[in-house]
């Protein structure tokens, strides 16, 4: 699969109706845990601000930080960035 075909895949999908299960269903899938340190942002406005200032005092202190946020402004690999840097079209395919 490539990062065109992906981003096709994504856009294709209706992502308006948050459902709780879908998204339990999903972490599951992956057998995602939270293992490690995290802040979860909510929100009406700011989010994505708040986010970038937080995981920008953590990167200056040195720890490894990783950001994930939605939508994205011009390219879809915004929405997973490890310290300072997205992720490439490659990690974004394979995960």
């Known amino acids: 699969m490539?990062?065109?075909?992906v981003k096709q895949y994504l856009q294709s999908?209706?992502?308006s109706k948050y459902e709780r299960s879908q998204y339990d269903a999903f972490l599951s899938f992956i057998n995602?845990?939270?293992t490690i340190p995290s802040i979860h942002i909510t929100g009406t406005n700011g989010k994505g601000s708040v986010a970038?200032?937080?995981k920008n005092i953590y990167v200056a202190s040195g720890r490894k930080v990783g950001l994930f946020?939605?939508?994205?402004?011009?390219?879809?690999?915004e929405m997973i960035i490890f310290n300072d840097h997205m992720i490439s079209d490659d990690e974004f395919v394979e995960l």
Do not use: C, R
Request: net charge negative; glycine share 0%; charged share 25%.
């Open 2 to 5: 490539t990062i065109i075909e």
């Open 13 to 15: 999908k209706e992502s």
């Open 32 to 34: 995602f845990s939270y």
């Open 52 to 54: 970038h200032y937080l």
């Open 69 to 77: 946020s939605s939508p994205f402004l011009k390219d879809i690999n």
